[in-house]
Each structure stands twice: as structure tokens, then as C-alpha cells.
């Protein structure tokens, strides 16, 4: 890798929650690094992960890290005029 990785170079971060996949476990919840980027609620009486807000993510994923059934998805955006330095010569 060339650089700080992603996270840290002012992108846009936030994340998906496939609710089929989620069992509500809560570990992704417990461990987020953001300010209540991750909610509780239910679906068809069933405990499930919901963003909350999406705009408070960090992009460090320690959710997908801990989610032991895949159900996130960690979605970046580059920062418009960012142009990633990869150590290439072009
Ligand atoms: S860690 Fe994964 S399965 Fe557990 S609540 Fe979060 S999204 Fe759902
Ligand atoms: S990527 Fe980091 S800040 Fe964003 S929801 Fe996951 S744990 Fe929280």
C-alpha cells in the first residue's frame, strides 16, 4: 500500500447494512468508532442494524471487521479534487 490508507485522507465514508444477512447482533453497534452511525430496530419482529446516520461514519471499518455474517458494506467517496497519490508516475 502506498500512503495512509483511505480513511484518512478526507473521503467521504459510510455504510451499507444487508438486512437479510444482519442478525442484530449488535457487535458492529458496540464496536463503531462514529457517533450513532448504527441503529436498532426490527423487521417482521426479527432485531436488525439500520444506518442511522450515514454522514457520522469514519470509514474505519471495525463494523465489517466484527460482522461475523457479512451483512456490511463500507462505501467511500472520493473527496472532489482528491486525487489519490499512489506513488505512480503518470
Ligand atoms: S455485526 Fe452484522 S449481524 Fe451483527 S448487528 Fe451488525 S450488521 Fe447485523
Ligand atoms: S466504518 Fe467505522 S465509523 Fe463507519 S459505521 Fe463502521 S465502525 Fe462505525
Known sequence: MYGPPVAFHGNRHTIKIDPDLCTGCWRCQQECLGQNVIGRT???????????????????????????????????????????DVGADV
Open 42 to 84: 426490527e423487521i417482521d419482529g426479527r432485531p436488525k442494524a439500520y444506518v442511522k446516520f450515514p454522514d457520522h461514519c469514519k470509514g474505519c471499518m471495525t463494523c465489517l471487521r466484527n460482522c461475523l455474517t457479512n451483512a456490511i458494506k463500507v462505501i467511500t467517496t472520493a473527496k472532489e479534487g482528491f486525487m489519490p
